[in-house]
């Protein structure tokens, strides 16, 4: 028989083991540990412990489910208008399907309990409250496919994927941008900043992305200030700093609209790739929306890989 209760401060040593259970499966490292629980799951300042569920099976910990919300309109504060199951995670010695699906609706019952409107399944933003950096790639993508249990889940319990999230992955070392006769004109006019350790813009910035190096490139004229494009980076090895190996993600790409269409941001990324090469890293990561066709398109022109999905999925 199943038992249910909430987080207590015992639990982490618990919550790792079950995490450590699943083995290793793309996106879902498995050496977590109670240490990196706490840096970026239970240190968040809203951090609720009736959110966080354990099932146990004859006294032993079988599964886990975290439920979360997003940020409110100023991104001060979170706003439970909206939430959603972030994680679920249980061992593969038990029956899963049951252990999932009772989980799944003791995670809605808090939500429902905290006057939520709207349940979504899966992590993704701005329902990104909790474990950028241990589930996912660059950002939280909501699903993994390659996360069955979870997926089977949701599908399972009536929810509906209402989006999805490609993510893609290219070798610094083997990344080439189309040398054109466009991407030299840019080089003479066009000059990258780099900002290393980039403040966030705002309190859930700072919440969700505070434990990582951020890095910006901004790419601006060479006679003038103003900037045409930016990208930022994240450090995604939890305890590396960006540069010192691994794979950074790419988490914020943007174009001024006045410069769209002009080979900007294949300039922009070359420039990236050669001082991420100069810094040992070894491949980088992004995610964009499947209907977003034009970030997908130049991501797969630029030679970028398509390595896993992410659902976003919403209770009917």
Sequence with gaps: MLEFRTFCNSDPPLLAEIWRSRGSIR????????????????????????????????????????AGFGPNRTHDAISTELGTTCLIMVRPDCNETKVAAELLSKSEEYLASRGTKVIYGGAISPLNAFYLGLYGGSELPGVLQSDAVSRNVYNAAGYKEIDRAIIFKADVHSFRAPMTRQLMQIRRRMLVNIEADFATNNWWEACTLGNFELTRYSLHARTG????????????????????????????????????????????????????????????????????????????????????????????
Excluded: W
Excluded at 42 to 63: H, K, T, W
Excluded at 255 to 281: P, T
């Design 27 to 66: 996106g879902i490292p498995c050496k977590i540990t109670p240490e990196l629980l706490e840096q970026f799951v239970f240190s968040r300042p809203y951090f609720d412990y009736e959110g966080l569920i354990l099932a146990f099976e004859g006294g032993r910990p079988v599964g886990f489910a975290h």
């Design 225 to 316: 200030s103003s900037i045409v494009a930016h990208a930022t980076l994240r450090n995604m090895n939890p305890t590396a700093i960006t540069g010192s190996g691994g794979n950074v993600g790419l988490i914020d790409l943007h174009v001024d609209s006045r410069h769209r269409r002009q080979g900007v941001v294949s300039f922009l990324l070359s420039e990236i790739f050669h001082q991420l090469a100069r810094q040992g890293v070894s491949a980088v990561e992004v995610q964009t929306m499947r209907d977003n066709a034009a970030a997908v398109g130049l991501y797969r022109k630029l030679g970028f890989q398509e390595i896993d999905q992410g659902i976003v999925f919403r209770k009917q």
